[in-house]
């Protein structure tokens, strides 16, 4: 099993920045990407960016050039640093622990509220 925790969210002005962190506990050595996904009212669930133990990120198109998904290896934390935040932004986002291979292996975070007021 593998434990996640979310820290980071909160309100912010449109423009404003957040960053979002996750760390990872438990039986780590099965993951091998983590990521963030968000899931506003009323609307499916959605990958936000992904990033992989070796390093390699996937983002979703309208947050490209805005958020930077980032992660320690020693600490089993990922982290999102999101700039330039709009209204749009607004969910609640959840980390993600998975294993590539195995894709039966996925863990969830309880989730982090991220409002952007414009």
């Known amino acids: 099993q593998v434990q996640l925790v979310e820290s980071g969210g909160g309100l912010v002005q449109a423009g404003g920045s957040l960053t979002l962190s996750c760390a990872a506990s438990?039986?780590?050595?099965?993951?091998?990407?983590m990521g963030w996904y968000r899931q506003a009212p009323g609307k499916q669930r959605e990958l936000v960016a992904t990033?992989?133990?070796?390093?390699?990120?996937n983002y979703k198109d309208s947050v490209k050039g805005r958020f930077t998904i980032s992660r320690d290896n020693a600490k089993n934390t990922v982290y999102l640093q999101m700039n330039s935040l709009k209204p749009e932004d607004t969910a609640v986002y959840y980390c993600?622990?998975?294993?590539?291979?195995?894709?039966?292996?996925?863990?969830w975070g309880q989730g982090t509220q991220v409002t952007v007021s414009s």
């Open positions: 438990g039986s780590t050595g099965t993951i091998n990407v």
């Open positions: 990033i992989t133990r070796g390093g390699t990120t």
């Open positions: 993600n622990a998975a294993n590539r291979i195995v894709t039966a292996i996925t863990y």
